[in-house]
């Protein structure tokens, strides 16, 4: 329930975007969610502000979603989105120089495309690894359970043969 709740919801999501292997994947997934919904939506003709709104319902993540907020808000003063994305200090730089470069260019919906594109590849390298790392530790706990198992069934029978019988 807590972390249903508003203030819940935002520190459980503040939480695991810190956590050391998981928050940077999490980041990358909502940041190619992010950039491939809003290159899509500026390439269909939908108009910038519209098209914020649509990618930053795409974002599981209610800190970077407020973030989406702000920067819409700061677009809408005539503030650029790859400025307003950089003072908020949660989108990676990679991402905020390609949308610096697309926004000079005239060409923001092919670099959020390419930008899309790394993030995907980069998050199925991470998940490669990261079940790569997951394997060996499951085993090792499988291993644990079936000693623990085996340990708990000779126990008794162990002691069963020290009983000494009766006089």
């Not at 939480?15 to 999490?26: A, C, M, Q, S, W």
């Not at 990618?55 to 800190?63: D, E, L, P, S, Y």
């Not at 979603?65 to 920067?71: M, N, P, V």
């Amino acid at each position: 329930m807590w972390k249903g709740s508003p203030g819940g919801k935002q520190v459980w999501h503040r939480f695991t975007l810190r956590i050391p292997v998981l928050g940077p994947l999490i980041r990358s997934i909502n940041v190619a969610r992010f950039a491939r919904t809003l290159g899509t939506m500026l390439t269909a003709g939908v108009p910038m502000l519209r098209a914020l709104d649509a990618a930053k319902m795409t974002m599981g993540n209610v800190i970077l979603q407020k973030t989406i907020e702000d920067a819409k808000k700061a677009v809408t003063e005539g503030e650029s989105l790859a400025t307003t994305l950089k003072k908020s200090g949660q989108f990676p730089p990679t991402m905020i120089h390609m949308t610096a470069v697309g926004e000079k260019a005239g060409q923001l919906e092919q670099m959020l495309e390419r930008v899309a594109g790394a993030y995907e590849s980069e998050i199925d390298t991470k998940l490669t690894r990261f079940i790569g790392l997951l394997e060996p530790l499951m085993l090792l706990g499988m291993g644990v359970t079936v000693a623990f198992i085996v340990i708990s069934v000779m126990q008794p029978i162990m002691d069963m043969g020290q009983i000494s019988a009766p006089k």
